[in-house]
């Protein structure tokens, strides 16, 4: 539920965004789940194939995205749960990268590459925004209980609330 929340609110605040994936079939996953609306621009297997892209670690897919979004990496999120995306993200220079941990570890995506991690993508939707900073490296580490810092992610990133009465999100900015 956190992952298409973000999408929908990313898409509200009129935010490019983009899929890479080293699968052949990512167009054919997202238009099945009823998301490939979102994401006009798609960097899959077949395309990574063609051009001759360089697959993850590498950051050559996620450039090739941000080239077709006509995004500045240093100023284009990279959302990742695995570590070889991560260390993609960080190669590309994209900023910021943030490591979802499902499993990897916020120690481990963040000594990849990841400048926040988060449990559930919904994390990057709440507000006011806070952080723990872990005891060891660098790079925050949000738990549930722990939102991520506002100012680590770019410029016009929505921060809907949730209304504690009808549990209906809103687009409500800071």
Same mark, same amino acid.
């Given at each position: 539920?956190?992952?298409?929340?973000?999408?929908?609110?990313?898409?509200?605040?009129?935010?490019?965004?983009?899929?890479?994936?080293? =699968? !052949? !079939?990512?167009?054919? #996953?997202?238009?099945?789940?009823?998301? &490939?609306?979102?994401?006009? #621009?798609?960097?899959?297997?077949?395309?990574?194939?063609?051009? +001759?892209?360089? +697959?993850?670690?590498?950051?050559?897919?996620?450039?090739?995205?941000?080239?077709?979004?006509?995004?500045?990496?240093?100023?284009?999120? &990279? %959302?990742?749960?695995?570590?070889?995306? #991560? =260390?993609?993200?960080?190669?590309?220079?994209? =900023?910021? %990268?943030?490591? &979802?941990?499902?499993?990897? +570890?916020?120690?481990?995506?963040?000594?990849?590459?990841?400048? @926040?991690? %988060?449990?559930?993508? *919904?994390?990057? @939707?709440?507000?006011?925004?806070?952080?723990?900073?872990?005891?060891?490296?660098?790079?925050?580490? %949000?738990?549930?209980? !722990?939102?991520?810092?506002? *100012?680590?992610?770019?410029? +016009?990133?929505?921060?809907?609330? &949730?209304?504690?009465? *009808?549990?209906?999100?809103?687009?409500?900015?800071?």
């Amino acid at each position: 539920p956190g992952s298409l929340r973000l999408v929908q609110a990313l898409a509200q605040a009129g935010l490019p965004m983009a899929v890479v994936s080293a =699968s !052949n !079939n990512a167009h054919q #996953v997202l238009e099945s789940a009823g998301l &490939v609306e979102f994401f006009p #621009v798609i960097v899959d297997g077949h395309q990574a194939q063609a051009e +001759g892209l360089a +697959g993850k670690p590498a950051p050559d897919t996620y450039l090739a995205a941000a080239r077709q979004l006509g995004a500045d990496p240093a100023r284009t999120a &990279v %959302v990742e749960d695995a570590l070889g995306g #991560v =260390s993609a993200g960080r190669a590309g220079g994209f =900023s910021p %990268v943030i490591g &979802v941990d499902r499993g990897a +570890g916020g120690p481990a995506l963040i000594a990849h590459g990841a400048t @926040l991690v %988060v449990d559930d993508l *919904d994390q990057l @939707l709440l507000d006011p925004p806070r952080t723990e900073l872990p005891a060891e490296g660098p790079g925050p580490i %949000v738990g549930r209980e !722990n939102p991520p810092l506002s *100012d680590q992610l770019p410029a +016009g990133w929505p921060t809907p609330t &949730v209304g504690a009465e *009808d549990g209906q999100s809103s687009d409500e900015e800071d």
